[in-house]
């Protein structure tokens, strides 16, 4: 009886919860599951209106097609690693400065962030093309002789690209260093351990889960950028999300532009599981000090 | 005698006004300096004159027109729009024929008008220079600017195909005027794909809009550019050094279309044919640097002969040019762009 009683509490209770979650329930199955659905089933529409493979087959036919896919993911994960080169060294410098210069180093590193993503990437372009002032202040400090090009093509695309991408992992990178107690480092130090040992051993795995989920975050934002890569990559560095521009243009059904968007889909989920599989990311990404 | 004038002239305007109060036209166009230049020049002044009232919106190209012709649900009435994807867009059923009937084409440039769009106005495609590294001497065909040891320096060209492979196809030696019958299949196309990636290591930059060709002209980014005239024009009103030429130029057109099912099909035609008449499009040249498409608008005497020289269309510059083929673009352009894509990844 008295069991009962609590068990049609539980299930109450777990109505009532249900109850509370659902318009976010609804929300993302109208703004997520039902797009992505329709995504998936425009793909299979031929130019004719009528089921077809059409759309994939294009893509498998045309060579064109796995170079985009190609670099698409090769300027995410170069992004992603510069970003991480760059970012944690900065983020372990601010999190070992007193409080109110970390501060101030934290707003500098926002600043930007907050900053048309448009204007950052002219900005590039201003600084960084053939009579801009990278060039002209190396020519005149005779660095170099001749203007190099920085710019209008891959490593144009990826200085812009990392500067965008840095706070997205400097802030978690340096909340999970934040969290960790200075103890551990002395009690570390205590038992021997030279400040070498002591980061690599107790503090570098207590930073892990902010490094990756600013890794992941970095990773899957720059899987569909389109700004950047098309006004500093000069036309050569192509990727998926401009590709999906053009076919709309191009062809008269959408299922054109709509297979590129699931094979994206697909291969980002793909490429998530099987690191997945490796690097356990639930422990990384929830277990963090944010 | 003047004001028995003025008062017949209102009188008239006032009886067409009130025949025509019901009437009216949605015009869908790109918006910026383009449609501002349209609507002074040409919608502003034909409402006028015909009592049509005219709603102006700004619009993304023939994508838009698909969805509303696919939905059902055309708001619509005319539409501006490029040549080639107006071809594409008639070859996929979303648009209606024109009536020739209604709209007078009679002294109109021969290629500059088809079954489903009718030209607005003339930009063309040409090859510009900078002229500090050349000097006026820069390029003088499509030759010249493919002849990377001759004209040593750094190219700009075109991101997409259109535009791309008619210069291309005249720089293996192929005469202006068999350019689209050597274009007429793969193998051609191949060709011309062929002849850009022989300099694509000078290709600096492949540009993807208007005003970026500017600005890489502007900026001395590069040293010599494919892009449009007008553009041209604008950059060295800006300062820039830049000196273009018609030779061998290619002769495009922006037009005006009708959706299949637009809501107000007969008043389009008759707006269509208000504003397609030489006394409207004479105007267009003093608010932007395109050319009409009625060759009878360079003889009402609006149009001064230093404005003459510098537009596409005058009949000057258009013998030295090729016109655009808008068949060669419906048959191919999809085929097309799909094998430049495979030269632009490479």
Redesign the interface.
């Known amino acids: 009886m008295n069991q009962d009683g609590l068990r049609l509490d539980e299930r109450l209770e777990r109505l009532k919860l249900f109850g509370l979650a659902s318009p976010a329930i609804l929300l993302i199955l109208v703004i997520l599951v039902v797009p992505v659905g329709w995504l998936f089933y425009v793909s299979f529409v031929g130019a004719d209106g009528s089921y077809s493979l059409e759309n994939y087959e294009?893509m498998w036919k045309?060579?064109?097609y796995a170079?985009?896919f190609r670099?698409t993911f090769e300027v995410s994960f170069l992004t992603t690693g510069l970003c991480i080169l760059i970012g944690y060294p900065l983020a372990y410098f601010i999190a070992g400065l007193p409080g109110r210069l970390a501060n101030l180093c934290l707003i500098t590193v926002l600043l930007p962030f907050w900053t048309s993503l448009l204007v950052r990437t002219y900005a590039w372009l201003v600084l960084l093309?053939?009579?801009g002032l990278v060039n002209e202040w190396a020519i005149s400090l005779g660095l170099w002789d001749e203007p190099i090009?920085i710019v209008?093509n891959m490593t144009g695309n990826l200085i812009g690209m990392v500067h965008i991408m840095l706070p997205f992992l400097i802030l978690p990178v340096y909340g999970a260093m934040r969290a960790i107690n200075q103890d551990y480092m002395k009690a570390a130090a205590n038992l021997g351990a030279s400040p070498r040992r002591a980061f690599w051993t107790v503090f570098f795995p207590l930073t892990l889960p902010g490094l990756f989920a600013g890794s992941l975050m970095v990773f899957i934002l720059c899987l569909g950028f389109f700004v950047t890569p098309?006004v500093l990559g000069?036309?050569?560095v192509?990727m998926v999300s401009m590709?999906i521009v053009?076919n709309?243009?191009?062809?008269?059904n959408w299922g054109a532009a709509s297979a590129l968007g699931v094979v994206l889909l697909v291969l980002t989920v793909a490429i998530l599981w099987v690191a997945s599989r490796f690097l356990n990311l639930e422990n990384m990404t929830a277990g963090g000090g944010h | 005698m003047k004001k028995t004038g003025i008062l017949a002239l209102t009188t008239a305007l006032a009886a067409t006004g009130a025949l025509a109060a019901d009437k009216t036209v949605t015009i869908a166009s790109w918006g910026g300096s383009y449609q501002e230049a349209q609507s002074k020049a040409l919608f502003e002044p034909a409402a006028a004159n015909t009592g049509i009232e005219v709603k102006q919106e700004t619009y993304g190209g023939m994508s838009d027109v698909r969805l509303q012709v696919s939905s059902g649900q055309v708001t619509l009435d005319i539409v501006a729009s490029g040549s080639g994807s107006a071809a594409r867009a008639a070859a996929e059923g979303l648009l209606a024929p024109l009536d020739y009937g209604v709209i007078d084409v009679s002294t109109f440039y021969p290629n500059l008008y088809t079954d489903y769009c009718v030209g607005g106005d003339v930009f063309s495609t040409v090859y510009a220079w900078n002229t500090d590294t050349y000097g006026e001497d820069g390029p003088q065909s499509w030759a010249d600017f493919f002849d990377v040891e001759k004209f040593p320096g750094t190219r700009a060209y075109r991101g997409k195909v259109a535009g791309a492979l008619e210069g291309a196809m005249m720089a293996t030696g192929v005469a202006p005027e068999d350019v689209y019958d050597a274009l007429d299949s793969e193998d051609g196309i191949e060709t011309a794909i062929d002849k850009i990636r022989s300099i694509k290591d000078h290709i600096a930059v492949f540009w993807t809009s208007g005003a970026q060709h500017a600005q890489l002209m502007k900026d001395g980014e590069v040293d010599m550019t494919t892009g449009w005239n007008g553009r041209f024009d604008n950059a060295k009103k800006d300062g820039a050094n830049v000196m273009y030429s018609f030779n061998q130029a290619l002769l495009d057109y922006d037009c005006f279309a009708v959706p299949k099912g637009a809501p107000n099909m007969e008043t389009a035609m008759e707006f269509l044919a208000e504003i397609s008449k030489p006394e409207y499009q004479d105007d267009l040249p003093k608010y932007i640097t395109y050319g009409p498409t009625n060759k009878a608008a360079y003889e009402t005497g609006e149009i001064t002969a230093e404005q003459e020289a510098g537009l596409p269309s005058s009949p000057a510059n258009a013998a030295a040019q090729v016109p655009v083929s808008l068949e060669w673009y419906a048959k191919w352009e999809t085929i097309a762009e799909e094998m430049y894509s495979e030269m632009l990844t490479e």
Not at chain 1, 248 to 252: H, N, R, T
Request: proline content about 0%; glycine content about 8%; aromatic content about 4%.
């Open positions: 294009r045309r060579r064109s170079r985009i670099t093309q053939k009579r090009k209008h098309a000069g036309g050569k192509i590709k053009s709309i243009e191009l062809f008269v």
